[in-house]
């Protein structure tokens, strides 16, 4: 599974970005795809994840009622897109596409030294 992510960059505190994430390759349709990040001196953090079939999601609580998570299947690839609203400067981070092969997302959060796909990261900076 090669996995491409695109959509960061500055916003202002209370202001709006779309992450997404494009899986090709062999089954995306079978991976749970969800975000992890990373901000300096910090350890790295699962932030949202939705299951292979969109039945299930997770979010990390810093984050619940601000971001949302889709994913569309067109021709064999995978978009997912995280959405998020109300970006803090706390949300400033380097934020890192993943696919687990393990489907559902009860365990994502756990799992980082396990998924094996992972896309290059995309920086988002909110300040003023």
């Known amino acids: 599974v090669q996995l491409q992510a695109s959509g960061g960059g500055l916003v202002q505190p209370g202001g709006t970005l779309r992450l997404s994430c494009t899986a090709s390759g062999s089954a995306p349709d079978s991976y749970a795809i969800g975000w992890f990040r990373q901000a300096p001196g910090k350890a790295r953090e699962a932030v949202s994840c939705?299951?292979?079939?969109?039945?299930?999601?997770?979010?990390a609580d810093s984050v619940k009622g601000r971001f949302s998570i889709s994913r569309d299947n067109v021709a064999n690839t995978e978009t997912v897109i995280l959405r998020m609203d109300s970006l803090k400067p706390e949300d400033t981070a380097v934020y890192y596409c993943?696919?687990?092969?393990?489907?559902?997302?009860?365990?994502?959060?756990?799992?980082?030294?396990?998924?094996?796909?992972w896309g290059r990261g995309t920086q988002v900076t909110v300040s003023s």
């Open positions: 993943a696919a687990d092969r393990y489907p559902g997302c009860v365990a994502f959060s756990r799992r980082a030294a396990q998924i094996e796909y």
């Open positions: 939705i299951s292979f079939d969109r039945h299930s999601t997770y979010y």
